[in-house]
């Protein structure tokens, strides 16, 4: 009970320490506003660990925080492998594949208003579909291996980035747009020069919603059969094992990847849109 | 309005026919060269748009599946669209109302609380980029040693979804009223409870109803994904897995429409919702 009493008693501790660490004049910060959420973090993990040995959780329920690591340091290799066929075979090319082909269709159907006002709808109509479905037919079609992961990515990223995209190539004011017809800038000038950079802030938007579909969709792709290898095959056959530990070591290694793919995107959004209010005065 | 959408879906039948019959035409070519016969364009087309497995289902046969699923059998059949989708539902309203309804809270208190906004906050943004639906096998699994089986596990799935867009959009609702006012009704002696019911909670609603749509996206797809561990106990995701285990690609086709209009009626029913609420407010025209 010492451990389950200790951590609790540390919880309590540590969130009067943040309770009062915010109401102080340095919690405006940067520092202390990082410390913040990184000791709430560190609370629960130790919450956690002390619930799971204080009340004697099986590892089959609840694996402490301790023996995930465990899992993770002792089966590193497999994890790797499991990372290059989801997210580098799978998630990733399927996501510049279907960003890229969802960009290039906005710009074409951007000369013609009509194609817009019949596409729009009916890309808003699928963006709120669950996509996830159609993971069973592409794998029937593409077969068993990254492909059929990477098939599943581009229909899912498509039309998100399809919809922001034609709402950012919309996102100029007339007075620009004059600007540009007195310099008389040809379509594909004033495309290259004005509308798409105005267009980075949405088409950026799109991404950052795409990144974690992308991963979903890959993962996801792999419950319908899979080879021997990928983070969704091994999180499907370790819970049929028992072997908890190994799913969140599967688990971490997703939210890992997840959070690097979002914030490498993000990354590429400051440097491309410096100039956008959002970005500005950080 | 109508006559852009109705040309691009005619379109999109259109390749979808062609697709059909372009993917089909092969298994058709090795059935006739098994039989030694020559086969001509219309035999062809004839063929490849009423086989009973075929690579890609044509629109009819999708059709002719939902019809059938729908109105053709008995609503507690094992075979009925109503049946698995009722299941799939249920399990979507009940995570549905259980993740949105402690995001709301979980957002009150992350704006009423400077200690619980600087350090849950950042968790909340961060969990959306992470592929929470990867848990799923393994809620299931886990929620069913400890003996709880049925709707719970699928619905606490549906609820971790639709919890983070709540909590993130609800935060930024409650914050929205301007400085001006929050002065205002501090002019007004207004306590706390005041503020939020007068003041925080009517000026969040646009944001509330932009986050219920989206989460309740998201709880649909968690549903779904949540009874693909599940196996044979009924709904769509189950009907999704049989239908890949045994190559019935119409049933797989007429669950996916099934998935597909349930998601579109439940964001349309919010969106309903919100128009009426809205104009009532006097906010939305």
């Given at each position: 009970m010492i451990w389950f009493w200790g951590s609790v008693g540390f919880w309590l501790a540590a969130w009067a320490f943040n309770a009062w660490l915010a109401r102080q004049k340095v919690a405006r910060g940067r520092a202390v506003r990082l410390f913040i959420p990184a000791l709430f973090g560190v609370t629960l993990l130790i919450l956690w660990e002390g619930v799971v040995r204080g009340l004697k959780v099986p590892g089959v329920i609840l694996p402490a925080p301790t023996q995930i690591w465990a899992a993770i340091g002792g089966s590193l290799p497999m994890l790797w492998g499991d990372f290059v066929q989801t997210i580098l075979k799978g998630a990733l090319s399927g996501y510049v594949m279907g960003c890229g082909a969802a960009v290039v269709t906005a710009i074409i159907i951007d000369r013609s208003p009509f194609l817009q006002r019949g596409l729009l709808p009916v890309g808003n109509f699928v963006a709120a579909?669950?996509?996830?479905?159609?993971a069973p037919i592409l794998v029937m079609w593409f077969?068993?291996?990254w492909h059929s992961k990477a098939a599943v990515v581009v229909v899912m990223v498509f039309f998100p980035v399809l919809v922001n995209t034609v709402a950012g190539l919309a996102d100029t004011d007339r007075m620009q747009r004059d600007q540009m017809a007195t310099w008389s800038a040809s379509y594909g000038q004033s495309l290259l020069k004005l509308r798409l950079p105005a267009a980075m802030p949405f088409i950026f938007n799109g991404l950052k919603i795409a990144t974690t579909l992308a991963l979903i969709g890959a993962i996801v792709a792999e419950f319908f059969g899979s080879p021997v290898r990928g983070m969704g095959f091994r999180i499907s056959t370790a819970v049929g094992q028992l072997s908890l530990d190994l799913v969140w070591a599967e688990i971490a290694v997703a939210a890992l990847a997840g959070s690097a793919f979002y914030g490498l995107v993000a990354g590429i959004e400051r440097a491309v849109t410096f100039w956008h209010p959002s970005q500005r005065g950080r | 309005m109508l006559v852009p959408v109705l040309t691009v879906l005619s379109v999109i039948v259109v390749l979808w026919y062609g697709a059909a019959i372009w993917l089909n035409a092969q298994w058709t070519y090795d059935q006739a060269a098994r039989a030694g016969a020559e086969v001509s364009f219309s035999e062809l087309l004839a063929d490849t748009l009423t086989?009973?497995?075929?690579v890609l289902p044509a629109p009819h046969q999708v059709a002719a599946g939902l019809w059938d699923g729908f109105f053709?059998?008995?609503?507690?059949?094992?075979?009925s669209l109503v049946y698995h989708g009722w299941i799939t539902l249920s399990a979507t309203l009940l995570g549905f109302a259980i993740g949105s309804g402690a995001g709301i809270v979980l957002a009150v208190g992350i704006v009423h609380n400077r200690a619980m906004d600087l350090s849950v906050m950042p968790w909340a943004i961060a969990s959306?980029?992470?592929?929470?639906?990867?848990i799923a096998p393994m809620v299931i699994v886990v929620l069913a040693s400890v003996g709880v089986t049925g709707i719970l596990p699928k619905a606490v799935i549906s609820a971790y979804l639709s919890f983070f867009p709540v909590v993130v959009g609800m935060a930024k609702g409650f914050r929205s009223p301007r400085p001006m006012q929050l002065d205002q009704l501090r002019t007004y002696n207004a306590t706390r409870a005041q503020t939020f019911w007068k003041l925080r909670f009517p000026a969040s609603l646009p944001y509330l109803f932009a986050s219920l749509k989206v989460s309740v996206a998201a709880s649909l797809v968690g549903a779904i994904v949540g009874e693909l561990p599940a196996?044979?106990?009924?709904g769509l995701g189950a009907r999704l897995l049989s239908g890949s285990y045994y190559g019935q690609t119409i049933q797989i086709w007429s669950a996916l429409f099934t998935a597909a209009i349930l998601a579109a009626g439940l964001v349309m029913i919010i969106g309903a919702i919100e128009k009426a609420t809205l104009r009532r407010m006097g906010m939305g025209g």
């Open positions: 579909l669950p996509v996830v479905g159609i077969g068993f291996d | 086989q009973d497995r075929p053709a059998q008995k609503v507690t059949s094992k075979r959306q980029t992470i592929p929470i639906l990867a196996g044979g106990a009924g």
